[in-house]
């Protein structure tokens, strides 16, 4: 019933530009937050950034703040991640999760899209 594909992943140098899309399908009426999360070779998944669906209030990662911005487009069911500045430490596959309450259990998520950025 709920769907979530993510894009726009690739391979970027340092200092570059990539916005991920995210596809919600489902049950976007009722959700609560929409987050991304990152998880590089070797380390645990991160938390990068969230939106409150209904309100677009915006939480960050301090790794991440200042560069990445998310945002909603609840007519359209989507979720983006404007990347700027990358950098090397930035590698990783990005995920889209979703999180149906404020308690973010992030019930439903996406497969994953790879960023790379070469130095």
């Known amino acids: 019933q709920v769907q979530l594909v993510e894009s726009g992943g690739g391979l970027v140098q340092a200092g570059g530009s990539l916005r991920l899309s995210c596809a919600v399908s489902?049950?976007?009426?009722?959700?609560?937050?929409m987050g991304w999360f990152r998880q590089a070779p070797g380390k645990e998944r991160e938390f990068v950034a969230k939106?409150?669906?209904?309100?677009?209030?915006?939480y960050y990662a301090t790794s991440v703040k200042g560069r990445f911005t998310i945002s909603r487009d609840n007519g359209e069911n989507m979720v983006y991640l404007q990347m700027n500045s990358l950098k090397p430490e930035d590698t990783a596959v990005y995920y889209c999760?979703?999180?149906?309450?404020?308690?973010?259990?992030?019930?439903?998520w996406g497969m994953g899209t790879q960023v790379t950025v070469s130095s």
């Open positions: 489902g049950r976007s009426f009722s959700t609560y937050f």
């Open positions: 939106i409150r669906w209904s309100t677009g209030s915006a």
């Open positions: 999760a979703q999180s149906m309450t404020m308690y973010e259990k992030y019930e439903y």
